[in-house]
């Protein structure tokens, strides 16, 4: 006859655990990213019931959904604004992609795209813009390629 103690003796010892050896990374950090660069962008987020009404500045990507009143400053990295988004906002970063609503003035170091159902009521500074079919503009453009080359310098 057996006990417990001869049981618990007497089973194979379990085979050990091997990590995995991919990381996980959050579903909204860039394909680039996730294809292997060592730099993980995380992007912060300003919900569609959020109303804010002030300066907003910050060292990392975001994306803003509600209603900003008041200037907006990421310089050197991403702001999105979200298709539910109402910005009546001085803006300042790096890239800007605007699927929502902007009211003012833009300074982008790289890039601004206007994505199908945005739309931007100021004037835009930047190193290169895309503006799809669909979007809406109002106000002047000036491109200064040596935006980019300075910002890599």
């Known amino acids: 006859m057996w006990n417990k103690q001869q049981a618990v003796t007497d089973a194979p010892a379990a085979p050990p655990v091997q990590a995995a050896t991919s990381p996980v990374v959050p579903f909204n950090v860039p394909?680039?990213?996730?294809l292997g660069n060592a730099s993980v962008r995380?992007?912060?987020?300003?919900?569609?019931?959020?109303?804010?009404?002030g300066h907003i500045t910050g060292?990392?990507?975001?994306?803003?959904?509600?209603?900003?009143d008041g200037p907006v400053s990421l310089r050197g990295h991403e702001l999105t604004?979200?298709?539910?988004?109402?910005?009546?906002?001085?803006?300042?970063?790096?890239?800007?992609?605007?699927?929502?609503?902007?009211?003012?003035n833009l300074h982008a170091r790289g890039r601004v795209d206007?994505?199908?159902?945005?739309?931007?009521?100021?004037?835009i500074s930047s190193a290169r813009i895309s503006i799809?079919?669909?979007?809406?503009?109002k106000g002047r453009i000036e491109i200064d390629p040596t935006k980019t080359q300075a910002a890599a310098d």
């Not at 394909?31 to 996730?34: D, G």
């Not at 539910?84 to 009211?103: C, F, R, W």
Request: proline letters at 2%.
């Open 31 to 34: 394909s680039a990213t996730r």
């Open 114 to 123: 206007i994505k199908k159902d945005g739309s931007i009521v100021g004037d």
């Open 81 to 104: 604004v979200g298709p539910t988004a109402q910005l009546n906002s001085e803006i300042q970063a790096g890239e800007v992609v605007v699927y929502g609503k902007v009211v003012g």
């Open 59 to 68: 060292t990392e990507d975001l994306r803003i959904d509600g209603k900003v």
């Open 132 to 137: 799809e079919d669909g979007a809406h503009f």
């Open 42 to 53: 995380e992007t912060a987020r300003l919900g569609a019931s959020l109303a804010i009404k």
